[in-house]
């Protein structure tokens, strides 16, 4: 069975910070990889996500993700964060059984 | 395209009362996903359709919880009777296949007193 695990339930930054939000996944075979973004009293709406080819992904407003096979990680990035970024941030993963499995989320708060 | 459209967005009912939500699937899409949304336990998927037809059902908690689709374009979640640990955001997502990014309705917060 897949799953995932968000190590940083709660993150907390200034404005122009760096960061990076850490997502593992537990499945053997071909994953297909996924970082949604929830903003407050919206729905989910998806970032970027990883199919095949250059593990380094670009997504909208400036994150990217890099998945890195031998960690079994799809860590999320961002160089300088903004007071608009304030959300939760969701991983997911979908290997053999075609149905994504969510992580439980990391809140994370920017401060102006 | 409208995007995924679920109605209610809020709904408040009593214990023991019948709830339906609604969802209607992006035009084109044919998996359809239910999610629920609370603090304790995160985003759960309660059941997935593909091509109108229930593939994975394990995630429905219990017997009170019921799910249709009739048609490619609409769906329902029913939960009868209703308890107050129903209480949660109730998500419709759709995709155009099982292996493609999914996209998400508004919600409907479901309070149940």
């Known amino acids: ?83 608009s970024d304030t959300a939760e941030y969701f991983c997911a993963v979908m290997g053999g059984s075609y149905i994504p499995t969510f992580g439980r989320g990391t809140s994370l708060i920017v401060h102006p | 395209d409208a995007g995924v459209i679920q109605s209610p967005r809020h709904e408040v009912t009593e214990m023991g009362q019948e709830v339906t939500l609604r969802c209607k699937p992006i035009s084109g899409h044919n998996s359809l996903f239910w999610y629920r949304q609370t603090m304790m336990r995160g985003l759960e998927l309660l059941i997935y359709f593909n091509n109108n037809v229930p593939i994975d059902d394990s995630g429905m908690p219990e017997d009170r919880f019921s799910a249709k689709m009739p048609n490619a374009s609409f769906s329902t979640l029913k939960i009868q009777p209703s308890e107050p640990r129903d209480s949660a955001v109730y998500f419709c997502a759709s995709s155009t296949g099982t292996l493609d990014t999914q996209y998400f309705g508004p919600g409907t917060r479901l309070t149940v007193l």
């Open chain 1, 1 to 83: 069975a897949q799953s995932v695990s968000q190590h940083n339930h709660h993150v907390i930054l200034s404005e122009a910070a760096s960061l990076e939000l850490g997502c593992n996944y537990s499945y053997g075979g071909t994953v297909n990889l996924f970082w949604y973004v929830q903003y407050p009293g919206q729905h989910l709406q998806l970032l970027l996500k990883y199919f095949s080819g250059d593990p380094l992904v670009k997504g909208i407003k400036g994150f990217e993700a890099e998945f890195i096979k031998s960690k079994f990680s799809f860590n999320l990035r961002k160089p300088s964060v903004q007071w």
